[in-house]
Protein backbone atom coordinates (compact mmCIF):
# COMPACT_ATOMS: atom_id res chain seq x y z
CA UNK A 1 0.00 0.00 0.00
CA UNK A 2 1.43 3.79 -0.43
CA UNK A 3 -0.42 6.53 0.83
CA UNK A 4 -4.36 4.74 0.68
CA UNK A 5 -6.85 6.85 2.43
CA UNK A 6 -10.06 6.91 2.31
CA UNK A 7 -13.29 6.29 4.12
CA UNK A 8 -16.37 4.61 3.88
CA UNK A 9 -19.97 5.71 5.17
CA UNK A 10 -22.15 2.99 7.04
CA UNK A 11 -24.31 1.06 4.85
CA UNK A 12 -22.55 1.85 1.90
CA UNK A 13 -21.49 -0.82 -0.84
CA UNK A 14 -18.22 -0.21 -2.46
CA UNK A 15 -16.28 -2.41 -5.11
CA UNK A 16 -12.18 -2.84 -5.37
CA UNK A 17 -11.00 -3.48 -8.99
CA UNK A 18 -7.73 -3.16 -10.58
CA UNK A 19 -5.39 -5.62 -11.67
CA UNK A 20 -3.94 -8.48 -10.65
CA UNK A 21 -1.32 -7.37 -8.09
CA UNK A 22 -2.57 -4.44 -7.78
CA UNK A 23 -2.99 -4.36 -3.79
CA UNK A 24 -6.74 -5.28 -3.59
CA UNK A 25 -6.09 -8.25 -1.98
CA UNK A 26 -3.76 -6.58 0.68
CA UNK A 27 -6.01 -3.84 1.13
CA UNK A 28 -8.49 -6.37 2.28
CA UNK A 29 -6.78 -7.82 4.54
CA UNK A 30 -5.74 -4.86 6.36
CA UNK A 31 -8.88 -3.89 6.74
CA UNK A 32 -9.91 -6.87 7.86
CA UNK A 33 -7.34 -7.28 10.98
CA UNK A 34 -5.59 -9.73 8.97
CA UNK A 35 -2.30 -8.16 7.97
CA UNK A 36 -0.65 -5.22 10.12
CA UNK A 37 0.34 -2.39 8.61
CA UNK A 38 3.69 -1.35 8.50
CA UNK A 39 2.56 2.45 9.44
CA UNK A 40 -1.26 4.41 9.22
CA UNK A 41 -4.25 3.70 11.21
CA UNK A 42 -7.41 1.77 10.31
CA UNK A 43 -10.51 2.56 11.84
CA UNK A 44 -13.67 0.66 12.46
CA UNK A 45 -16.32 1.87 14.62
CA UNK A 46 -14.66 4.50 16.43
CA UNK A 47 -11.69 1.94 17.10
CA UNK A 48 -7.93 2.15 15.67
CA UNK A 49 -8.03 -1.75 15.58
CA UNK A 50 -4.31 -1.75 15.16
CA UNK A 51 -3.83 -0.05 18.47
CA UNK A 52 -5.54 -3.43 20.39
CA UNK A 53 -3.36 -6.37 21.23
CA UNK A 54 -3.77 -9.04 19.21
CA UNK A 55 -6.41 -10.81 21.63
CA UNK A 56 -8.23 -7.93 21.70
CA UNK A 57 -8.15 -8.03 17.86
CA UNK A 58 -9.18 -11.58 17.59
CA UNK A 59 -12.10 -10.67 19.46
CA UNK A 60 -12.95 -7.23 17.33
CA UNK A 61 -12.30 -9.01 14.38
CA UNK A 62 -14.62 -12.20 15.44
CA UNK A 63 -17.24 -9.94 16.33
CA UNK A 64 -16.79 -6.53 14.28
CA UNK A 65 -15.77 -8.14 10.52
CA UNK A 66 -17.37 -10.58 8.67
CA UNK A 67 -14.56 -11.86 6.02
CA UNK A 68 -15.87 -13.90 2.67
CA UNK A 69 -13.31 -15.54 0.74
CA UNK A 70 -13.81 -17.04 -2.77
CA UNK A 71 -12.85 -20.82 -1.24
CA UNK A 72 -15.00 -20.74 1.10
CA UNK A 73 -13.02 -21.59 4.15
CA UNK A 74 -15.33 -23.77 5.63
CA UNK A 75 -14.64 -26.41 8.35
CA UNK A 76 -14.95 -29.86 6.63
CA UNK A 77 -15.95 -31.48 9.89
CA UNK A 78 -18.53 -29.22 11.05
CA UNK A 79 -22.30 -29.19 9.26
CA UNK A 80 -23.81 -25.94 7.94
CA UNK A 81 -25.65 -25.05 11.23
CA UNK A 82 -21.50 -25.36 13.22
CA UNK A 83 -19.98 -23.63 10.35
CA UNK A 84 -22.50 -20.62 10.30
CA UNK A 85 -22.37 -20.27 14.22
CA UNK A 86 -18.61 -21.36 14.45
CA UNK A 87 -17.77 -17.46 15.44
CA UNK A 88 -20.06 -17.02 17.89
CA UNK A 89 -19.14 -20.02 19.57
CA UNK A 90 -15.67 -19.40 19.41
CA UNK A 91 -16.28 -16.40 21.43
CA UNK A 92 -18.03 -17.76 23.90
CA UNK A 93 -21.20 -16.38 22.82
CA UNK A 94 -24.73 -18.15 21.93
CA UNK A 95 -25.91 -17.25 18.91
CA UNK A 96 -29.23 -15.22 18.45
CA UNK A 97 -31.86 -17.57 17.15
CA UNK A 98 -34.33 -15.14 15.49
CA UNK A 99 -30.86 -13.61 14.03
CA UNK A 100 -29.74 -17.40 12.89
CA UNK A 101 -33.14 -18.43 11.49
CA UNK A 102 -33.67 -14.94 9.43
CA UNK A 103 -29.69 -15.47 7.83
CA UNK A 104 -30.75 -19.46 6.62
CA UNK A 105 -33.78 -18.40 5.59
CA UNK A 106 -32.44 -15.82 3.62
CA UNK A 107 -29.67 -17.75 1.96
CA UNK A 108 -32.16 -20.52 1.17
CA UNK A 109 -30.04 -23.27 3.54
CA UNK A 110 -32.99 -24.22 6.09
CA UNK A 111 -33.24 -27.81 4.62
CA UNK A 112 -29.32 -28.03 4.64
CA UNK A 113 -28.25 -27.82 8.21
CA UNK A 114 -27.15 -30.77 8.99
CA UNK A 115 -25.25 -31.33 5.63
CA UNK A 116 -21.37 -31.11 5.29
CA UNK A 117 -19.49 -28.92 2.85
CA UNK A 118 -18.53 -31.82 1.03
CA UNK A 119 -22.17 -32.75 0.53
CA UNK A 120 -23.14 -28.93 -0.53
CA UNK A 121 -22.46 -27.19 -4.38
CA UNK A 122 -20.03 -24.40 -4.43
CA UNK A 123 -23.44 -21.90 -4.35
CA UNK A 124 -24.44 -23.77 -1.13
CA UNK A 125 -20.92 -23.57 0.43
CA UNK A 126 -20.41 -19.73 -0.42
CA UNK A 127 -23.75 -19.27 1.12
CA UNK A 128 -22.71 -20.44 3.96
CA UNK A 129 -19.68 -18.61 4.62
CA UNK A 130 -21.93 -15.20 4.10
CA UNK A 131 -23.98 -16.65 6.98
CA UNK A 132 -20.82 -17.43 9.07
CA UNK A 133 -19.97 -13.36 8.15
CA UNK A 134 -23.16 -12.23 9.21
CA UNK A 135 -24.05 -14.02 12.25
CA UNK A 136 -22.17 -11.59 14.89
CA UNK A 137 -24.03 -9.17 12.85
CA UNK A 138 -20.75 -7.32 11.81
CA UNK A 139 -20.12 -3.42 10.85
CA UNK A 140 -18.23 -4.54 8.28
CA UNK A 141 -18.30 -7.25 5.64
CA UNK A 142 -15.29 -7.52 3.72
CA UNK A 143 -15.47 -10.74 0.44
CA UNK A 144 -12.58 -11.13 -2.02
CA UNK A 145 -13.01 -12.31 -5.42
CA UNK A 146 -16.77 -13.89 -3.73
CA UNK A 147 -18.04 -15.31 -6.73
CA UNK A 148 -14.50 -16.55 -8.67
CA UNK A 149 -15.10 -19.93 -8.00
CA UNK A 150 -18.68 -19.73 -9.25
CA UNK A 151 -20.96 -20.46 -12.27
CA UNK A 152 -22.82 -17.07 -13.63
CA UNK A 153 -26.06 -18.79 -12.18
CA UNK A 154 -24.77 -18.96 -9.05
CA UNK A 155 -23.11 -15.70 -8.94
CA UNK A 156 -25.71 -13.56 -9.93
CA UNK A 157 -27.14 -15.59 -6.53
CA UNK A 158 -24.58 -14.21 -3.99
CA UNK A 159 -24.30 -10.80 -5.06
CA UNK A 160 -28.00 -10.30 -5.23
CA UNK A 161 -27.83 -12.14 -1.20
CA UNK A 162 -25.14 -9.88 -0.75
CA UNK A 163 -26.82 -7.12 -1.79
CA UNK A 164 -29.97 -7.71 0.31
CA UNK A 165 -27.85 -8.03 3.76
CA UNK A 166 -26.20 -5.08 2.68
CA UNK A 167 -29.52 -2.84 2.33
CA UNK A 168 -32.01 -4.89 4.79
CA UNK A 169 -29.49 -4.70 7.66
CA UNK A 170 -27.40 -1.53 6.67
CA UNK A 171 -24.49 -3.89 6.74
CA UNK A 172 -21.20 -2.00 5.40
CA UNK A 173 -20.30 -3.98 2.39
CA UNK A 174 -16.14 -4.11 0.46
CA UNK A 175 -16.01 -6.62 -2.38
CA UNK A 176 -13.00 -7.20 -4.49
CA UNK A 177 -13.37 -8.35 -7.82
CA UNK A 178 -12.59 -8.43 -11.44
CA UNK A 179 -16.12 -8.84 -12.46
CA UNK A 180 -17.62 -5.65 -14.24
CA UNK A 181 -20.89 -6.35 -13.88
CA UNK A 182 -20.61 -6.60 -9.83
CA UNK A 183 -18.58 -3.43 -10.19
CA UNK A 184 -21.08 -1.29 -11.62
CA UNK A 185 -23.65 -2.81 -9.18
CA UNK A 186 -21.76 -0.99 -5.86
CA UNK A 187 -22.52 2.77 -4.80
CA UNK A 188 -19.26 3.21 -5.47
CA UNK A 189 -15.84 2.23 -7.25
CA UNK A 190 -12.02 2.24 -6.31
CA UNK A 191 -9.88 1.74 -8.63
CA UNK A 192 -6.04 0.05 -7.46
CA UNK A 193 -2.86 0.08 -9.07
CA UNK A 194 0.73 -0.45 -8.11
CA UNK A 195 -0.59 -0.01 -4.26
CA UNK A 196 -2.27 3.03 -4.80
CA UNK A 197 -5.83 4.31 -5.46
CA UNK A 198 -6.08 6.10 -8.71
CA UNK A 199 -9.59 6.65 -9.25
CA UNK A 200 -12.82 6.85 -6.33
CA UNK A 201 -15.93 7.25 -8.31
CA UNK A 202 -19.80 7.20 -6.78
CA UNK A 203 -21.99 5.02 -8.95
CA UNK A 204 -25.09 5.72 -6.93
CA UNK A 205 -25.68 7.79 -3.93
Known amino acids: MDHV ?24 HILGGVDRPTEGKVFIENTDIYALDETNLA ?36 PDR ?23 SGGQQQRVSIGRALISNPALMLADEPTGNLDSKSSREIIELMKIFNKRLNQTLIIITHDERIALQADRVMTMEDGKIINDEVIRS
Open 5 to 28: SFSVNKGEFIAVVGPSGSGKSTLL
Open 59 to 94: IFRRRQIGLIYQFYNLIPVLNVQENITLPMLLDGRK
Open 98 to 120: EQFEKIIHTLGLSDRLDYLPNQL
